[in-house]
């Protein structure tokens, strides 16, 4: 059986920043776009400074711009990034920290800048200062948002954990840190296969009222589901009107059952247990509709633990039999994984297999999109 093994992590690494280390928002060569500027895709939080703050991983920054080269203003030595020049990965940001960090040397023209965060941060926030031309440059009207919107809500296998490792013990190899890529998770891949704006808002070790091996009683992912920044208590995230996503992807129950009750748990029995996660899942689902309205498409997702499939399923079946027909379940418990990320969580290759399934799902849907 495959389990999500850890809550949170530190940094494993702290590497030297990379680039010109400048204030946030000034950089050396020019003044830095603002972040209004920019195309986001996740939850960003503006700070005093107007400088964008985040925590969920997948949150990416797009913008264009006219010359050779482009700068990118970023504050965190926490998270691992991808810098994407039209299209193509061009250097990866381990823990950057105060940075502007240049890519120079392209062709004169107009160009595409694509910066994502592959990591997980359920303790600190990164920040983005925005994106700054070279010399004779400069930073043109941000890429216009994606018609399709996607949101992705789970735990490590939503977060990409592990995925890039090759191995399944990360210990010598950087830990997990180095080795994830949520970038390359199955909900990323599924959602740029569609050309959809996404949020990937995932918690590793997290479950819907039980966390992995009954660890962290007194929280679980719907403590955090309402916030930007996840590690501020009563932060709250303020959802743009902008943002109505068709689908929500849900992956929740991995963590309450994949691993036996402990003595002193609050349920005494599986069957207590599998009670309480219904009724919170139903909760869960009453608050997405609520914020999606009705034409929002909601997946109950699983795979094969046992006691989790068999519920989530019926949850489902139960909104169905209650008129809400934008409720579905999409089992993923049958595919052929290797399992080769860290400590036994799905690699990057799974996760292409896994995109492809919820793609073939996702046509069977009646999406108006």
Not at 60 to 89: H, K, M, P, W
Not at 196 to 213: E, K, P, T
Not at 256 to 269: H, Y
Request: net charge negative.
């Amino acid at each position: 059986m495959q389990t999500d093994r850890r809550l949170s992590r530190r940094a494993f690494v702290t590497a030297a920043a990379v680039g010109a280390v400048t204030a946030l928002g000034a950089a050396s060569r020019s003044s830095a776009a603002a972040p209004a500027e920019v195309h986001t895709v996740g939850r960003v939080k503006q700070a005093a400074d107007g400088s964008l703050q985040y925590s969920w991983p997948g949150t990416s920054f797009e913008g264009r711009f006219r010359g050779t080269g482009v700068g990118i203003v970023l504050d965190d030595a926490d998270n691992d990034y991808d810098v994407q020049i039209d299209g193509t990965t061009v250097d990866t940001l381990v823990t950057p920290g105060q940075t502007t960090h240049w890519v120079n040397g392209l062709a004169a023209g107009e160009h595409s800048v694509r910066l994502v965060k592959r990591t997980e941060s359920t303790w600190a926030a990164g920040r983005f200062g925005g994106f700054t031309a070279d010399s004779g440059g400069e930073i043109l009207a941000p890429p216009a948002p994606r018609s399709r919107q996607i949101e992705f809500i789970g735990d490590s296998y939503t977060a990409g954990y592990g995925n890039v490792s090759g191995q399944r013990d990360c210990s010598g190899i950087g830990g997990v840190g180095r080795n994830t890529n949520t970038d390359l998770a199955f909900g990323a891949l599924t959602a740029q296969s569609l050309e959809a704006d996404y949020q990937i808002n995932a918690f590793s070790g997290l479950g819907m009222v039980r966390n992995y091996n009954g660890h962290s009683p007194d929280i679980t992912y719907r403590s955090f589901y309402d916030r930007a920044l996840l590690h501020v208590d009563g932060d709250v995230w303020e959802k743009p009107a902008t943002w109505q996503p068709h689908v929500v992807v849900i992956g929740l129950g991995i963590n309450d059952f994949s691993t036996p009750l402990n003595a002193g748990e609050r349920w005494a029995t599986q069957e207590e247990l599998v009670a309480a996660y219904e009724t919170a899942y139903h909760e869960f689902l009453d608050k997405l509709r609520a914020r999606c309205g009705p034409e929002t498409f909601l997946v109950v997702s699983a795979t094969n633990v046992e006691a989790f499939a068999g519920t989530a399923q019926r949850i489902a079946e139960d909104r169905n039999a209650q008129g809400d027909d934008r409720v579905g379940y999409w089992f993923y418990g049958d595919a052929a994984l290797d399992y080769l990320g860290c400590d036994w969580h799905p690699s990057a290759a799974d996760h292409q297999i896994l995109s492809g399934l919820l793609n073939d799902y996702l046509a069977t849907l009646p999406l108006s999109w």
